[in-house]
């Protein structure tokens, strides 16, 4: 008899989010931190000063550290599906600690960086 | 002027002395009004009384003519040779089904599948007969019409790479089709159909390739009503998570 799953909902919650990140949010900000920036336009990425004084507010942390968790785990879901039509899917729980795990492990690193950086 | 003619390549199976299916040429008028299955038939008639395949309305309504044309699942009573001029047109079973003989494939799997989604009206209080019918007003049917629209003819599992790849996956028609149910105001089915709907082998396991839409013939977009029942479970995980204690 199937049953509900419990944990694909939070997972692919996860994905949903990821993906609308990565889809709008990630675009923008290699725009303006990326280009605009560097070529002299009036955003942080202008020189290292302007870029440290806006990583003080913990707002731009709390904003930096989004913008690189949530795409980790639509990646992460992503590949975990793509291995398994690649013919893996026997390794199903493997994939799942492997992509998911390093999605966390990424995670917590952005987290210790943000909170630890001065 | 000589008539114009278009050859069909058409996969042939027969069980007892094919080890693997053939491939038969066969070449007819192209007319301009002419669909594939105008041609399956004049051979038929005319060619080779021994080419086995399933049609019955010539209208697509009833589902049963669809076949690989070219690659791409498509209703070959609704597919005309003339799209395919000058030819040739490979006319296969529907991929991803096992072949019983020619272009008939066997649909076991599917109709297994599609009852354990429950795609009925479901109800917890059944009104006796005297009370009249259950009413609806039309925004509330507008919600699943479209979805109500599929003739079963399975095309989008022919499509589906998912379903290709592992056959355990409930699949886009029946999963739209669950929907279906779902979104009827009439309907009090949701949580009964959600052991199987919900599971692994469910929408979970669709990863939105969206082809299936691509090639449905009557618009139903099971790929889309997937994405929504992925977020209807999603936002009652949610709930069971902040809210335990509600019921569900
Ligand atoms: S959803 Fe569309 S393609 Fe799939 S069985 Fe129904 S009508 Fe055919
Ligand atoms: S013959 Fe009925 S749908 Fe084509």
């Known amino acids: 008899m199937a049953h509900a799953s419990r944990s694909e909902p939070f997972w692919w919650s996860l994905f949903a989010a990821g993906g609308v990140v990565a889809a709008f949010l990630v675009p923008i900000h290699v725009l303006l931190e990326g280009i605009v920036g560097p070529l002299g336009g009036p955003t942080p990425a202008a020189d290292y000063d302007r870029m440290h004084a806006w990583l003080a507010s913990p707002f731009t942390r709390v904003y930096l550290f989004v913008l690189i968790s949530l795409p980790l785990f639509h990646w992460a879901h992503r590949f975990r599906f793509t291995l398994a039509d690649l013919g893996l899917s026997r390794f199903g729980a493997w994939l799942a600690v492997l992509c998911y795990g390093a999605a966390i492990v990424g995670t917590a690193l952005a987290a210790w960086l943000l909170i630890t950086a001065p | 002027m000589p008539q114009e003619t278009i050859q069909l390549v058409v996969t042939r199976f027969h069980p007892d002395h094919d080890p693997v299916p053939r491939f038969q040429t066969y070449t007819v008028p192209l007319h301009e009004d002419w669909v594939v299955l105008d041609a399956l038939n004049y051979i038929k008639d005319t060619q080779d009384g021994t080419l086995s395949y399933r049609w019955s309305c010539r209208m697509g309504i009833c589902g049963s003519c669809g076949m690989n044309v070219n690659g791409t ?176």
């Not at chain 2, 009925?120 to 007003?137: C, I, M, N």
């Not at chain 2, 479209?146 to 999963?175: D, K, T």
């Open chain 2, 73 to 248: 699942p498509r209703l070959t009573c609704a597919t005309f040779l003339r799209e395919y001029a000058p030819g040739p047109i490979r006319v296969e079973p529907l991929a991803n089904f096992p072949i019983i003989r020619d272009l008939v494939v066997d649909i076991t799997d599917f109709m297994e599948k599609l009852p354990r989604v429950q795609p009925w009206l479901v109800r917890q209080d059944e009104t006796p007969l005297t009370g009249g019918e259950y009413r609806q007003t039309p925004g509330e049917m507008e919600r699943y019409h479209q979805f109500s629209l599929c003739i079963n003819c399975m095309l989008c599992y022919a499509a589906c790479p998912v379903y290709g790849l592992h056959p355990e996956f409930i699949g886009p028609a029946a999963l739209a089709l669950a929907h279906r149910y779902n979104l009827d105001s009439r309907d009090q089915g949701r949580a009964a159909r959600q052991a199987e709907v919900y599971s692994e082998e469910g929408i979970w396991e669709c990863t939105f390739v969206g082809q299936c839409s691509v090639v449905c013939p009557k618009k139903v977009d099971p790929a889309g009503a997937i994405q929504q029942e992925k977020v209807s479970a999603a936002l009652d995980w949610l709930k069971s998570v902040v809210w335990p204690w509600g019921n569900r």
